[in-house]
């Protein structure tokens, strides 16, 4: 009888710890599987990610890998592009695009063709390579640059039905190919601008770079948030720079006048040490905007462009 109970009492100490593992385990997946959902691996996806959750950045502080977590990652890729989730969204595709064709075949005076609008604004970096702050982002393979600013730009303004385009190319590469230094930034540019501008009439050009000012004098605070606050550049070294200043003087002063301390105004450069056009020789509509510093985090220059999308729409549309 004693070795009965015995045996018993082992049971039921296997049976608990075995449940003890089991809860474990099915814990650590389940966490692992949601955050390595909602975490991304690259820019643009973070920029996306970015632009619903302007605290997104937070949710890399409360990842943290541990010795399972390790395991987990070798044995099971949560990223497979294959998942049960893709499977849904497929499968509510196939049944959108069924319901709107059985629409047509139901009413064929459906209007089907559907007018692209022509891009507007032109968004580029000459310095790709500037950075704001990581944060929590460092050691994830997200670099928080001008890069990522312009395409939040182009999501912005896309809200406000302004269509616009972002330089795709690399100049780095191009530049390392090209045994072109630092110095040559604007004559890389300069090519790919060109090409864009013959293919297209904008109305707006932006360069957009950062500053490397302190903190305090890139930085204020509207409607309870940080934000990075623009300057505008504008070189004086060719014949028509006039134009190019007017233009950018409409723009700041549409901000100035709702936003007074966004903006640190317009600088003109030019002589010894300077560029001095910035490629704005090429149009009239192409001004240099820095937004922020490199104190500044991309969750306040994602505050910025939130103030001022809605302000170079209207400056687009002639409001």
């Known amino acids: 009888m004693k070795k009965m109970k015995l045996k018993k009492k082992r049971r039921f100490k296997y049976r608990i710890l075995l449940y003890g593992v089991v809860m474990f385990i099915g814990y650590e997946l389940s966490f692992n599987i949601i955050m390595d959902h909602k975490l991304v691996k690259s820019n643009e996806t973070f920029v996306k990610a970015l632009l619903i959750d302007s605290n997104y950045t937070r949710l890399y ?49 459906i209007e089907t063709k559907k007018i692209e609008k022509e891009p507007e604004v032109y968004i580029y970096n000459t310095h790709q390579s500037e950075t704001y702050q990581g944060g929590p982002l460092e050691g994830y393979n997200i670099t928080p640059g001008v890069m990522m600013a312009s395409y939040i730009l182009q999501n912005k303004l896309a809200e406000v039905d302004v269509k616009s385009l972002v330089m795709e190319q690399n100049l780095i590469d191009y530049m390392n190919i090209n045994n072109m230094n630092h110095a040559k930034s604007y004559i890389a540019s300069r090519k790919f601008l060109e090409e864009a501008i013959n293919n297209n009439n904008f109305k707006l050009i932006l360069d957009i770079h950062r ?34 200043l007017k233009t950018t003087n409409r723009l700041n002063g549409k901000i100035s006048e709702k936003y007074p301390d966004l903006t640190r105004g317009i600088i003109t450069k030019g002589g010894s040490g300077s560029n001095g056009i910035y490629n704005q020789d090429l149009n009239p509509n192409i001004t240099l905007i820095e937004i922020g510093a490199d104190e500044n985090t991309i969750d306040e220059v994602l505050n910025t462009i939130e103030l001022i999308a809605p302000i170079i729409g209207d400056y687009v549309n002639g409001r």
């Open 211 to 244: 500053d490397s000012v302190p903190k305090d004098k890139s930085t204020v605070i509207i409607n309870n948030k940080p934000c990075a606050k623009i300057l505008f550049v504008i070189g004086e070294e060719y014949d028509t720079y006039q134009e190019n």
């Open 61 to 109: 502080e409360k990842k943290e890998d541990n010795l399972f977590t390790k395991i987990f990652k070798k044995v099971i890729d949560v990223n497979e592009p294959v998942t049960i989730l893709d499977n849904v969204f497929h499968l509510k595709n196939i049944k959108e695009k069924s319901n709107s064709q059985m629409a047509y075949v139901n009413n064929p005076n």
